[in-house]
């Protein structure tokens, strides 16, 4: 019997608009990992500016509720489709089922990750390999789909979501940094080869974001007011903020921006502390309270 979700996702309390409410009217977004998290909110966003969208992850009790949740906020049709970015056949299907619901796919949004703080002496082999599977590989394996499908046909945008982890080795993250800065890598290919089939690709690489499970699983208690002043814009960021970044990305007014990162975290990435041994002798404390 299928679990309920633990997790109910809540869309945006009196959202304010700052480009125009019709900006991606009779156009259609394919977003994995889009039933959680900062996925959601871009997909809220995208609805609430006249987009249809397809959300896909390998959870579909949770997609199911999210698809029902964005639909009834924001008036507009959500499908929800299993899918696991590791697996080509079923992304294949997703994007079938995409395209025969909708007829189109115009923006595709990456995504789905996976992370955990460890360092790299406490990595197994098949930890490394997994997050590098479902970041690294999905990303190729999602993008080479519905670029071949639809993309390279009709033009389109890609935005891979990374993160700011790979730019100073981020302590804890040596997994997940690698498998960003492959993205980063892999984004400045596609959007060199796929340019002249009108296919745009970007990173978006967001900081510190309230009310995400990844802040939730990976501060490990560590956010506080110290750490907040410590953000040069002196506050973390929001999923609605994120959900208008990507907006921008892949709006017309980006039309000249392709194979590159833009990075959201409000300056967080120049002043964060990046201390292995301090973060150690925090993390032992920790463990023997």
Known sequence: MSQKPSYVEECIKDYKYIFQPELLRGKVAFITGGGTGICFTIAEVFMRHQCDTVICSRKMDKLRESAETLSKATGRRCVPVQMDVRTPESIMKAADTALSEFGRIDYLINGAAGNFLSPITGLSFNA?????????????NVSKVIYEKYMKDHGGVIVNITATLQTRGQ?????????????????????????????????VAPGPIEDTEGMRRLSRGRINDEYVKGIPIQRMGTREEMGNTVLYVVSDAAQLVTGTVLIADGGHWLSNPNNYYQTKKLMQKKSQL
């Open 128 to 140: 490394f390999k997994t997050v590098m599977e479902i970041d690294a590989h999905g990303t190729f």
């Open 171 to 203: 302590v804890l993250q040596a997994h997940a940094g690698s498998a960003k800065a492959a993205i980063e890598a892999m984004t400045k290919h596609m959007a060199v080869e796929w340019g002249m089939d009108g296919v745009r690709v970007m990173c």
